[in-house]
């Protein structure tokens, strides 16, 4: 890592506004030459805490924390010191100058600088789009039926890609950039004469990291458009999904200053929600908060209150998010929806009534046992499915309420309810709740073993694991290791730690090591991969009892695709030279 110039540091110094940056965690009011409030690391309700707006520097004489512009992001955003003063650089307009990077360092930087460019090159030409073009009149259309405004859509800078084959690409290389670039950048797929546009016929919405810079897109199908509904960028170097907290870059400073996060699930929910006047909301990417978009998260608050969507947050999914970020640290509320509604509708229908189910947000606890006690059965059935999730539960206020909850509810006898206060259902009660895995399914097995193989391998694997959605992977501790091990290869690791990963590793190395690593044997697990995940979405398709036009062309597409995945996996098979 290189080392940031004394002259840059100073001139950071120079350009912080103290005042601005405490008084985003803290209100502060004038007293003299300095100003105080109550301090932002310990619960107090006289204010013991003062800022030197000249010095630069802040002290708290009720917990004697203390320290300059630089130790105030570090403690307040949980960041290293260059990530800190990387942070305040962007805020204040500072550049910052290095001292004896690397040659390497310095092409990696400028390789990136690049693709940065270009991705927001790319997304001033989806706005021009949208706005302009004839074509794009249904999706303003589609935006305005759903009640967003245009400053909104405007602010968000959401676009529209044409549905011509490369006028992304086109644009792109007139400007310089490689077609090399353009895969990088995940703007372009392999058509049979170059680069064609990855995006076409979508409702765009750039999708920035923390401190804006865009790093992908979602791209929304419009009416009568190929599935799927959603595309997202793919994962490349700049682009994790799995990392992504969409709006966060705009929600920041609202959430620091309400210390409470709303997430929601869809973009056009982040924009309904900022819209009327609830900008501490951000999305996470799919129904389930990853581990990564927790630890974003835990940096700038210490609660955030779920808004999905009725169905959605009962989902196994949604559950194991919350169970992350709780187990993270983070206060978790969930808030009732209306059935049938998402957050958009809701607030847009009643901007009070949304605000009241903000308020009166339920924990994680209480919205599991009531959906427990809402969900049909014998009284037994849903006395045993409320007394395991109560027993799960570690000693709580919350936890003696839901006991009177369940008693009152089922009228339990004294007896069965002190019972279910000392929680002790049977263990096959409990188990549905963690469920332990000692014996991983032929999946689990497969994708573990493709990752150990591919850290054997690193080339084939750099390159296999390049073309691999990390979505493929079945739980998402693979996803995100997966995630990580696609840096560690293309040599970007240098932002993990390593130490988190350790263990994993080395599970992923001794279960490679069981086996002879080979090409022909990597890339058949690749397929495999491939094959699980056709089947998987096949599986969840079919439940579904009435498909409509799309989702039976979808059908369609993924059957022919799995015939074809068969078929290239028994051509790999049958050409594996070592076999
Ligand atoms: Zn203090």
Redesign the pocket.
Known sequence: MSTITRESLEALEAAVDMVDLVGGRTPLRRSGARYVGR????D?RTP??SVDPVKKVYY??????GGDHIKFVRETENLDFAAAVETLADRYGVRLEFEQSSPADERRRAERARLLRLLDDAAGFYVRYLWESEEAAPARDYLAGRGIADATVRDFRLGFAPSAWDRVCAAALAKGFTAAELGQAGLSGRGRRGPVDRFRGRLIFPLADVRGRIRGFGARQMPGGEPPKYLNSPEGPLFHKTDMVYGLDRARAAIAAAGRAIVVEGYTDVLALHQAGFANTVASMGTALTEAQVTELRRVCSSVSLAFDADAAGEEASLRGMAIAEGKGLAVRVVALPAGQDPADAVLADRDAFARALDSAAGVLSFRVGRALATGGTRDEVYARAAAIIAAAPPSVERDEQVRVVADRLRLTDDLAARLAAGRPQRAAAAPEQPAKLRRSPRERDERLFLGMALALPDRGRELLSELDVAYFSDEPLREAAGHMRRLLAGEGETEDAERWAPLMAELNAVAAREVPSDSALEELFWKLHLYQTEDELKTLRRNADLDLSQQQELQRLEELRLRLLATLESVRAHAPDR
Do not use: L, M
């Not at 301090?39 to 310990?42: E, I, T, V």
């Not at 708290?60 to 924390?65: A, D, E, K, P, S």
């Open positions: 301090c932002p690391f310990h107090e013991s805490f708290c004489f009720g917990c004697q924390r």
